[in-house]
């Protein structure tokens, strides 16, 4: 997962793609993910539509963004200029949901920390000569753990690996992690899914004895005739422990 980045772009809500505002999305891992529009994305109303559960965007490098569970809270005009301050708790990257029914998806990977630790698999088989000045290193991934949770949900803990493909190189590096796997029959909400999520991350949390969050995650949804899943990557903040 990015630590921090700022995206700038146009914002505007689903019911309103034609009143478009320019602001900046700033993600730091630690804090909510904030939007800062030059303007806002509605006139006036109660205090209850100060909470938007989708700002869809457009960014200046070509990314489209989906913010879910959003809220305002701070609008100032200074010397004529009137701007906003939102701050949400989702951010899906690749794709725009205008409807929250949309957001449903048939499969989520997370990546926690501390998990690759508390699973304790490995690939790696590692023999040292130093007589020989010889290093030999043999990597097999692990297979992935199944399990079903029911009919419906099943619970993997799958193992992915990176290796180099120059043979021509002075360094070499082949690195595994560990991601939890949810795959459901059919589509369910987002929050159905993170129900499942949480209580995997309040399982590790107490097999490490700290605090585990998600570094990274993913939700597919296969809605296209060519079977094909569509994959969205969603970012949400680290609590700083």
Known sequence: MINEFTFHGQWFLPESPDKIVAGNLKFNAKENPELLVFGTLYENGSVTTRELPLILGRTTTGQIITLYKGFE?????????????????YVFINSHYYREQALKFTKI????????????????EVNNNFESNEVQIN???????????????????????S?????????ANVSQEAYLQFKFSENVSFDFMMNYVALFQNLLTLGTFEPAYPLAVNVYSNNSEDDEDEICSVLEFKPDF
């Open 73 to 89: 809270y701070k609008r100032k005009m200074q010397n004529g200029v009137v701007s906003s301050i939102y701050s949400v708790l």
């Open 109 to 124: 990977e997370v990546k926690f920390k501390g998990m690759d630790a508390w699973i304790r698999r490995y690939g790696f």
């Open 139 to 161: 990597y097999k991934r692990p297979s992935d753990i199944l399990t079903k949770i029911d009919d419906k949900v099943a619970a993997n803990i799958c193992f992915s690996h």
């Open 163 to 171: 290796f180099p493909l120059n043979g021509y190189i002075n360094e």
